[in-house]
């Protein structure tokens, strides 16, 4: 059973940083696409920034050059560290794996982690 637990979120003051983290459980982590997403209030989610299984990434232009993601497949982890956060990084962030389940693709989620930055 794939698992994906989210932790490091919290309340941050604005310019400051967190780090996220998303161990990954009951797959083999290293094949696949990982990604981070957040959802702020009444809006849609989002993708924030994703990972291959090569470490090749890509990021939404809001968080360019403030985010980094990583992985440690030695770990089954992901990470999102997150610095000169703004108000606009509110937003519950959730971690997310595609994973070949047959016949198709499938996205899998964590429960979220809640972000709040204060400005």
């Known amino acids: 059973q794939v698992q994906l637990v989210e932790s490091g979120g919290g309340l941050v003051q604005a310019g400051g940083s967190l780090r996220l983290s998303c161990a990954v459980s009951?797959?083999?982590?290293?094949?696949?696409?990982m990604g981070w997403y957040r959802q702020a209030p009444g809006k849609q989610r989002e993708l924030v920034a994703q990972?291959?299984?090569?470490?090749?990434?890509n990021y939404a232009d809001a968080v360019k050059g403030r985010f980094t993601i990583s992985r440690s497949n030695a770990a089954n982890t992901m990470y999102l560290q997150m610095n000169s956060l703004k108000s606009e990084d509110t937003a519950v962030y959730y971690c997310?794996?595609?994973?070949?389940?047959?016949?198709?693709?499938?996205?899998?989620w964590g429960q979220g982690t809640q972000v709040t930055v204060s400005s």
């Open positions: 997310n794996a595609v994973i070949f389940t047959p016949p198709s693709l499938k996205d899998y």
């Open positions: 009951g797959t083999m982590f290293s094949s696949h696409v």
């Open positions: 990972i291959t299984g090569g470490s090749s990434t």
